[in-house]
């Protein structure tokens, strides 16, 4: 199975401070992206990464992606209240995205 | 663009009867996907539709699942008989092309089977 985990299950933090959640995968992927879901609603898309990619940006965030490790991390700086959510890799060799369990961020104002 | 709609939000059924639940991708989208999600499993692929023709269709759960797609712009999900372990949030996403691009997500329909 390509199934991405993210880790950790759930995190807990202050708003200001910055949030890293980790995401492992087994199989080799052609690119990786990263979704939030908040409460009651569907998921979005945060970034994707490609598999000849390291590190990529998109305002707060910051994914990385070590295929030798079969990892990928989300930082998001800066943390707000509006952070607050679920975040879930998404792995895909080809068409059929595998989505992991998610990560429960909650930001403290 | 309204983005993916789904229909109804919010469904409550008897074990027994015959659920419909209904998307329409977004327009120009020739990939849709149909998900459900539930604490117990997280969020599973049921089926994959490319061009409106069911590409992979192997998490679909059992018989009583059956999913169409008769024109690029609608695809239903149907549920007969229902059973209360098919509670859960169905989320329906379509995508721009085919292979593993970015997906929009419907805002789900929550199924309750009593």
């Given at each position: 199975?390509?199934?991405?985990?993210?880790d950790?299950?759930?995190?807990?933090?202050?708003?200001?401070?910055?949030?890293?959640?980790?995401?492992s995968?087994?199989?080799?992927?052609?690119?990786?992206?990263?979704y939030?879901?908040?409460?009651?609603?569907?998921?979005?898309?945060?970034?994707?990464?490609?598999?000849?990619?390291?590190?990529?940006?998109?305002?707060?965030?910051?994914?990385?992606l070590d295929?030798?490790?079969?990892?990928?991390?989300?930082?998001i700086?800066?943390?707000?209240?509006?952070?607050?959510?679920?975040?879930?890799?998404?792995?895909?060799g080809?068409?059929?995205?595998?989505?992991?369990?998610?990560?429960?961020?909650i930001?403290?104002? | 663009?309204?983005?993916?709609?789904?229909?109804p939000?919010?469904?409550?059924?008897?074990?027994?009867?015959?659920?419909?639940?209904?998307?329409?991708?977004?327009?120009?989208?020739?990939?849709?996907?149909?998900?459900r999600?539930?604490?117990?499993?997280?969020?599973?692929?049921?089926?994959?539709?490319?061009?409106?023709?069911?590409?992979?269709?192997?998490?679909?759960?059992?018989?009583?699942?059956?999913?169409?797609?008769p024109?690029?712009s609608?695809?239903?999900?149907?549920?007969?008989?229902?059973?209360?372990?098919?509670?859960?949030?169905?989320?329906?996403?379509?995508?721009w092309?085919?292979?593993?691009?970015?997906?929009y997500?419907g805002?789900?329909?929550?199924?309750?089977?009593?």
């Amino acid at each position: 199975s390509q199934q991405g985990e993210e880790d950790p299950q759930a995190l807990s933090i202050q708003e200001g401070e910055n949030a890293t959640m980790n995401c492992s995968y087994k199989t080799s992927i052609n690119n990786l992206q990263w979704y939030r879901q908040n409460s009651g609603r569907g998921l979005v898309h945060l970034i994707l990464i490609r598999s000849n990619e390291r590190e990529k940006h998109s305002g707060r965030l910051r994914v990385t992606l070590d295929t030798s490790k079969k990892s990928s991390s989300l930082l998001i700086t800066a943390s707000r209240a509006a952070d607050t959510a679920s975040y879930f890799c998404a792995t895909g060799g080809s068409y059929i995205p595998t989505f992991g369990r998610g990560t429960s961020l909650i930001v403290h104002p | 663009d309204a983005g993916v709609i789904q229909s109804p939000r919010h469904e409550v059924t008897e074990m027994g009867q015959e659920v419909t639940l209904r998307c329409k991708p977004i327009s120009g989208h020739n990939s849709l996907f149909w998900y459900r999600q539930t604490m117990m499993r997280g969020l599973e692929l049921l089926i994959y539709f490319n061009n409106n023709v069911p590409i992979d269709d192997s998490g679909m759960p059992e018989d009583r699942f059956s999913a169409k797609m008769p024109n690029a712009s609608f695809s239903t999900l149907k549920i007969q008989p229902s059973e209360p372990r098919d509670s859960a949030v169905y989320f329906c996403a379509s995508s721009w092309d085919r292979g593993f691009h970015e997906q929009y997500f419907g805002p789900g329909t929550r199924l309750t089977v009593t």
